[in-house]
């Protein structure tokens, strides 16, 4: 007896299938392979269903002994796939190994009671050792089964639950999956986006390694009555989201398969299935200020570190500058000064204060900010006692329209009642795709009246003394994006901020510029002297 009710959605069969059934398919017909596979992916919808019932409490007692049915066998049958099903099955089997060997750290996988995802993995080119391993299948029975021979996977790593209860669960979360294979078996969504949530939960966040392959499969069928492909959009959204949380950027392997060295034949469709493959990275950021930048620095008072910022990164950043602009309100210099929109961002306005968190973006552009601001002051030649304050630290997008520009000026800002003084100016570019004909150079200015003119090209950082570097941004043909910031420290009330001395009028960086060089024997002409 089958207490099974099947949604009434459900599409019919189609009356001629696709491609003629192949001789090798008997004793089942190819239709009835392709019938049971459509009954098996309903009953996994109706099993997620049932049971997401009994976990809220509202599971009617009629329904249960339905759900306690459906638990009790795996409607996954290989045995019974279509040949054309089995060999797509392999080929995505076979392109999972080869991602997760790329990806290292363990690999999570659902699989079936025939163990094809397990044997595939044990047996590729570069073998996995169990102990990588990790299933979760909420069918008892297929649980044990891949614990018994001749898979053998650990007892420890075979959650009899379902694959999204099992990535939430506390006992696995100091593990550090590289590729997930996710697959509900059905054409219902919310188990693959509880899934994908499991998986970048704040929980994992520190766990996760820097490169994560994760591939999902969904089926034609489905209650709600939507497309697959728009189904799919709804996973690849939430995907993207919660990676994005944590810092990842995302990639379709299938837009590029040669370069993570998998087979760009496999189809990405066969029938009422599709799986698809995404691969999430996570921006490495530049450490520091390297050494010789700072040196540079310090004897030119100005330096320029191109690539800075990573292209995922300036990509990003530069999304979120387009998004800010379209929010609203810009602040603007004074007009004389030239055409620029500012966005505050560093410290951040009033009225957000508490706000959404940031986005991922942001955070590492904070991130960034802070690493630089302490490669700075871990540099020796400071002065000690000047420490450059994180809390004052400025930080704004800016905008330029095409025509734009920013007159001659200097950054410098001395607060005579005291207050925040500001010692190192740096701009972040965010143009990908600058051009010599774009224009908007930085032209920044030495002590002698002679010039550098800098590209503002994605990626690219420019250093520079706030209170000595005289600067102007040449007309911009092409609209110009980029962040600027200010380090600055503190200056009590009715201190000077600069001091008058022997050696005449020399702001205190100037002063520690010299003090570092005299240490080592040199002597600095410094700016205004
Ligand atoms: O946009 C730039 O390159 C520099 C901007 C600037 O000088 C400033 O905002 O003070
Ligand atoms: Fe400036």
New binding site residues.
Partial sequence: MLLLALPSAFPSLPSHPPYPPSPSSSPASWGERQRRYYRASARADRTTSLSRHKARGTLRASAAAELRHLLAVDPYDAAAFTPEHADFKRAHNTLFATLAASCGGAVFYLDGPDGGTTASLLSSPSPFARSRLYTANRHAATAAALRAAPHRLAAGHVAAAAAEEALADERWRGVPFGALYLDACGGDTAPLVAMVDAVFSEERRRVNPPRVAIGFTLTKGEKSGRSLADREVDVLRALRLASRSQGYSMSHVADDPSAYGVDPSVPKREGSTSTTWLLCERTPLPPTLPPAALATLLARRLVVVDAFLPPPLVRSLAADLRAERARGAAAS?HPQHGA?E?YELLPPPAWEAGAAAESAARRQLYDLVAALRQSLEAAAALRPGLPLSARLCELRY?F?PPGGR?VR?R?ARVCAEGGARRCF?F?L?LNEAWSERDGGQ?RAFDADGGFVD?P?RGGTL?LFHSEEVW???LATSSS?M?I?GWFSHFVPPGEDAAEEGEEGEVSELGAAIRAHFRAKGQEVRLGGE
């Fill in positions: 210099p620029v500012w800016a330029y920013y000026h950054d100016s701009v570019y930085l800098v503002p420019v600067h102007e941004v110009r980029c600027v």
